[in-house]
């Protein structure tokens, strides 16, 4: 088992990442002093695959175990389903001191955490991400949200958890897909801080998609160390964190003009490509790099052209994203493979240039 620590003095916690990890989950939890009850929150694919040896593993460490279950989807991540959670936690009379689990990807993680900082003003939060999104990403680091309407994320909290646990066997049954989206935020970790995880990808890609372990374990604690290391630098997203927007600009505006048919991953390769080729139009990047890019994200089964959708619509998408600071669009540019630097002096015509003359 792999060890990343987030240091966030009294607020600091470990990610364990290995495999067979939930087994083990009951006993971590007493190592750090938790005994008792506490709640699990999953979804119904999950709690089919992984819930009983979860249970099983706190049970037989005394534990009394709750299982609270959501439905699949983006739209669970609400103010209406927090607020059932919270009948629910109520009903099952959690206490201040109650851990609450979130087992499953991205929305369970980011809605347990946000009715776990709410709930009694806090409860303790343990991340059990299962996805590989969510074992690189959305578990690390405490932004914890629900949307409102179709603006995403618009509110949540800072809350970080207490333990995270990425148990990289669970990652056997995802899909290609859902693979695929967690890769592009690992090729994001490589261009944006680290050049041998950017070649160690590029060596060990076919590894990866035939799901080998030993590989998964090294990319999800590589890219945990740097997600650990940003965080640790900027918690509240005031400067350094931005970087690990690379690619979002742009993707962001692909999800939201393609109505969210456009996945997450996809979109982020495309934003991260239109991002390497802005930075190649300004002098910035090399060729070569760019080539190096595109390969990768190719490999990684992700798009490297821009999607049947209305082209046009893109700049006024990416002029609403919150990434817009001060009236400025806020672009993450490489300059290598491994250094990228943060511009808002990009110009709505040399995106546009970009997007529109694609080919
Ligand atoms: P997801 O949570 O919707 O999970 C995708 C699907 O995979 C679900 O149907 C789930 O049931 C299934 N699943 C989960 N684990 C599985 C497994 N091991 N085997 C088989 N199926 C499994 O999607 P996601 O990509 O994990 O997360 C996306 C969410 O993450 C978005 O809401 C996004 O906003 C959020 N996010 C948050 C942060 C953050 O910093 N908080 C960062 C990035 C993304
Ligand atoms: N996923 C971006 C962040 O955590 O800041």
């Not at 059932?84 to 009379?93: A, C, I, R």
């Not at 207490?162 to 056997?172: F, G, H, K, Y």
Request: proline share 3%.
């Amino acid at each position: 088992m792999k060890k990343v620590r987030v240091k966030l003095g009294i607020n600091s916690y470990d990610i364990h990442i290995g495999r067979g990890l939930l087994r083990q989950t009951g006993r971590r939890l007493k190592e750090i002093g938790f005994s008792d009850k506490l709640v699990i929150i999953t979804d119904p694919t999950v709690r089919r695959l992984y819930g009983t040896t979860l249970k099983e593993s706190l049970t037989s460490s005394g534990f009394k175990v709750a299982i609270l279950e959501v439905a699949e989807g983006e739209e669970q991540k609400s103010l209406e389903t927090a607020g059932q959670l919270y009948h629910e936690l109520t009903d099952g009379y959690a206490e201040r001191n109650t851990p609450v689990l979130a087992l499953g990807g991205g929305v369970i993680g980011d809605l347990t955490g946000f009715v776990a900082a709410t709930y009694l003003r806090g409860v303790p939060l343990i991340q059990i991400p299962t996805t590989l999104l969510a074992q690189v990403d959305s578990s690390i680091g405490g932004k914890v949200a629900v949307n409102h309407g179709s603006l995403k994320n618009k509110i949540g909290a800072f809350y970080q958890p207490r333990l995270v646990i990425s148990d990289i066997t669970t990652l056997e049954t995802l899909t290609a897909g859902e693979l695929s989206d967690g890769l592009a935020e690992t090729i994001k970790y490589g261009v944006i801080r680290d050049e041998a995880l950017f070649s160690y990808l590029e060596e060990n890609i076919d590894r990866i998609k035939a799901l080998d372990e030993s590989t998964l374990e090294t990319i999800v604690s590589r890219s945990a160390k740097i997600k650990a290391e940003v965080v640790a630098k900027d918690e509240r997203d005031f400067g350094l964190r931005n970087i690990l927007n690379y690619g979002h600009t742009v993707g962001h505006a692909i999800e939201s003009v393609s109505d969210f048919k456009v996945r997450h991953g996809e979109a982020v390769a495309i934003g991260m490509l239109a991002a390497a080729r802005i930075s190649n139009e300004l002098g910035m990047l090399d060729k070569n790099e760019l080539i190096r890019l595109k390969n990768v994200i190719g490999r990684a089964g992700l798009p490297t052209e821009v999607p049947d959708l209305q082209r046009a619509r893109l700049i006024p998408a990416i002029k609403h994203d919150k990434k817009i600071f001060q009236g400025k669009i806020r672009f993450v540019l490489p300059k290598s493979i491994g250094d990228v630097f943060v511009s808002e002096e990009v110009s709505p015509s040399l995106i546009e240039q970009v997007l529109l003359n694609w080919n």
